[in-house]
């Protein structure tokens, strides 16, 4: 019955399958013992009642968030649970500062989707003027990779320009951590 729960269903809908479960073992139990221990019959439909107040309950109190998914959607309804959905993304606003007189600056990015992964970058002077923009295919490789090569890409054009002085910004810090270790990129 665990197994169920394992399946592709999102957060809340999770913590209804499994309050089910739980409550529907409960309800077998309370039945069998409320027969053994005071020959009280507890009728199969008052049962269904409370497995399913209970899980209502416990879905709507929960603070998981739902997505959406159709089938999900239907057994949180038939249980009716209020969803949760996720909260939007917070925009968080990042104002980008020119490099010190002389310098080069270059904002790199990476990213994958399923299989296939690319990064770029934008090369600005102190000015703010546009210089240079690059954007590459870096193969089937992680979004580190991915961000690392932009990164390195960004190097080896500053490089052929002889922009010696290149201040590289990049929103990842595992690459930037990977960059100031001398061990892992020299």
Not at 48 to 55: A, D, I, Q, S
Request: one cysteine or more.
């Amino acid at each position: 019955m665990w197994s169920i729960c394992n399946a592709s269903w999102n957060p809340q809908c999770k913590i209804v399958i499994t309050t089910t479960i739980i409550n529907i073992i409960n309800s077998i139990w309370f039945a069998r013992n409320q027969m053994g221990f005071k020959n009280k019959r507890i009728h199969w439909k008052s049962s269904l009642v409370t497995v399913k107040c209970n899980t209502t309950l416990c879905g709507n109190l929960s603070k998981v968030v739902a997505s959406n998914n159709i089938s999900n959607f239907v057994i949180l309804i038939f249980f009716d649970v209020i969803l949760h959905p996720p909260r939007a993304p917070q925009s968080i606003e990042v104002l980008w500062k020119p490099p010190p007189p002389q310098w080069v600056k270059c904002n790199t990015y990476g990213s994958t989707i399923l299989q296939s992964a690319a990064c770029g970058g934008i090369f600005r002077d102190y000015n703010s003027d546009f210089l240079l923009c690059f954007a590459e295919n870096a193969g089937n490789v992680n979004v580190f990779q991915a961000e690392l090569y932009g990164a390195l890409r960004a190097i080896e054009i500053a490089n052929q320009f002889n922009w010696r002085n290149l201040w590289l910004e990049c929103d990842s810090a595992l690459v930037i951590n990977a960059i100031r270790n001398k061990s892992q990129v020299p």
